[in-house]
């Protein structure tokens, strides 16, 4: 089975930009969608980010359009998350996660640990 590692969040101010990593092991994700999702404290866990197996299916949330931009490096198993412009609002822990067909979709198989995200005002 496949595990996800993500990487690259911290402490940044409003208007600043990060850069998430998601490295899985275990097995090749090149066939499968990928994407990103985010839970704040106290909300739900909502969709961030998806692309699909080949790279040209690319779905985000209206909340990040224009700001964030997922790729993928089928070459090196990795799915990157570029956030610019963050906003206060984009605060939340960051899951990478395996889409269950190579189409985007709301089914997904793995989740990652997470990786933190803040951004100050």
């Known amino acids: 089975q496949v595990e996800l590692a993500e990487s690259g969040g911290g402490l940044v101010q409003a208007g600043g930009s990060l850069r998430l990593s998601c490295t899985p092991s275990?097995?090749?994700?090149?066939?499968?969608?990928m994407g990103w999702c985010r839970q704040a404290p106290g909300k739900e866990r909502e969709f961030v980010a998806g692309i699909s197996a080949s790279g040209y299916g690319i779905e985000y949330a209206d909340s990040v359009k224009d700001r964030f931009t997922i790729s993928r490096d089928n070459a090196m198993n990795t799915v990157y998350l570029q956030m610019n412009s963050l906003k206060p609002e984009d605060t939340a822990v960051y899951y990478c996660?395996?889409?269950?067909?190579?189409?985007?979709?709301?089914?997904?198989?793995?989740w990652g640990q997470g990786t933190q995200v803040t951004v100050s005002a």
């Open positions: 996660v395996v889409g269950t067909y190579a189409f985007v979709s709301p089914n997904y198989d793995v």
């Open positions: 275990g097995r090749t994700v090149s066939r499968s969608a």
